[in-house]
């Protein structure tokens, strides 16, 4: 198993199908840059690739219509700590002078970004070749690709960046595919060994395109915070009514909210936020199953509602 093989394969895929999947590349400071929503549409299509990409090609994802008028992503996976937390987590801030973004993908798994953890998955991988996710309004600088090359331990020809805007389909895709990691993301927080999960699903409402990347950051994050849903096998218990969004002192705001709350500074925001709205937690050693939380539709029409007046 070889995260960064698997997610290249899709890259090149996608890259022999730019026409029907509305993307574009083009080769910056040597590495393929595949643009999937900045100046381009992107698709449905475009948003699944983007996601298996993100996740080392280790979980099934689909597309389907809610019960409550909004297009929903699932996600599943059998390798829930790895394909979540290894790969598919924004883990890796990379910056150079006044561009910024938080990189998702297995690249991170060469670069050991976060080195703790890798250590903590007792996961490592060697490749040649590497896949990096941003979710950036601009293209990356050739400076900043080569840092990164370097930081993989591979030449940049061997590098392939996939992008987006938060502002765009696929990144509405992307985002609303991260309810199974928020959960982990969660019980990591509450201090439990997510090594523990043996199987994960997530699914949430897709955000629709109403405004730019500041408006969409605010949306996008509603649909995990109150509209996700998170299924959780493992053998080994955890205290799931600490696992929802609802425990955080933020909960019932529209995002942008709580973003202005925090003078717009992330790091002063409740990490509790960043949690799934409702889980069901299945111990496959009892037989048992736990829920806890509920989806809040009305916050979400609240966040919908602002956008539009």
Request: charged fraction near 20%.
């Amino acid at each position: 198993m070889n995260l960064n093989c698997n997610s290249v394969k899709i890259a090149k895929k996608m890259l022999k199908k730019e026409n029907k999947l509305q993307i574009s590349s083009e080769n910056i400071g040597g590495a393929t840059v595949i643009d999937c929503g900045i100046n381009v549409k992107g698709s449905l299509d475009a948003g699944i690739d983007f996601v298996k990409a993100c996740m080392g090609d280790l979980a099934e994802v689909e597309l389907f219509m809610g019960d409550n008028d909004f297009q929903h992503v699932k996600v599943s996976t059998e390798h829930p700590a790895l394909s979540c937390f290894g790969s598919q987590k924004a883990g890796w801030q990379v910056s150079e002078g006044n561009y910024f973004a938080l990189a998702s993908g297995p690249a991170r798994i060469l670069a050991k970004k976060p080195k703790e953890t890798y250590e903590n998955l007792g996961y490592s991988e060697k490749s040649d070749e590497a896949l990096l996710a941003l979710e950036a309004g601009t293209y990356p600088p050739p400076t900043l690709i080569e840092n990164i090359a370097d930081s993989c331990n591979i030449i940049t020809d061997n590098l392939y960046i996939l992008i987006a805007k938060t502002a765009s389909i696929v990144s509405s895709i992307q985002i609303s595919a991260r309810a199974a990691e928020t959960g982990l993301f969660k019980l990591n927080y509450l201090g439990y060994d997510i090594n523990n999960i043996k199987h994960v699903s997530g699914e949430a409402p897709i955000a629709p395109i109403v405004g730019d990347d500041a408006l969409m950051m605010g949306v996008t994050n509603d649909m995990i915070i109150y509209g996700s849903i998170v299924h959780f096998k493992s053998s080994v218990d955890a205290k799931v009514d600490e696992i929802p969004s609802i425990n955080s002192p933020g909960y019932g705001k529209p995002f942008r909210d709580i973003f202005k709350e925090a003078n717009y500074d992330f790091y002063k925001i409740d990490k509790g936020i960043f949690s799934p709205a409702k889980v069901y937690f299945n111990n496959t050693k009892t037989g048992k199953i736990t829920k806890s939380g509920s989806i809040n539709y009305e916050i979400i029409k609240r966040s919908l509602e602002a956008q539009f007046s």
